[in-house]
């Protein structure tokens, strides 16, 4: 079988309130998945969506993991409907020319 691997840690977000799981590590599956080109429900193309997958399961792991004195370090997930690929952490990173808070 084929293991991903999501290193993650909590983080705040401007103008947002509560903590929030992100990835701060990313091994055999996407960071992102583009889904630029795909139809809509309302069939529609989509033209600017990019799913950052990487930190939506982080989100998720984090729940369950809590942010206290849970001591639960490792979330087993199945399911990930993504193949497996090489990726970067980089991948999640705006491009310093589309930062806003640089």
């Known amino acids: ?3 991903g691997v999501l290193i993650i840690d909590s983080h705040g977000r401007p103008w947002r309130n509560g903590t929030v799981g992100v ?3 990313v091994s055999g599956l996407p960071a992102l ?3 630029r080109g795909h139809e809509d429900l ?3 193309k989509l033209k600017v969506t ?3 997958v990487a930190d939506e399961l982080a989100a998720g792991a984090s729940l369950l993991m809590g942010q206290a004195a849970e001591k639960t370090p490792i979330i087993h997930v ?3 409907p993504y193949s497996s690929r090489k990726s970067v952490l980089q991948e999640l990173i705006r ?3 589309e930062d806003l808070f640089r």
């Open 1 to 3: 079988k084929e293991l």
């Open 50 to 52: 990019t799913v950052g």
């Open 33 to 35: 998945v583009d889904l």
């Open 95 to 97: 491009p310093e020319e």
């Open 23 to 25: 990835t701060i590590g």
């Open 78 to 80: 199945t399911g990930f």
């Open 42 to 44: 309302s069939g529609f």
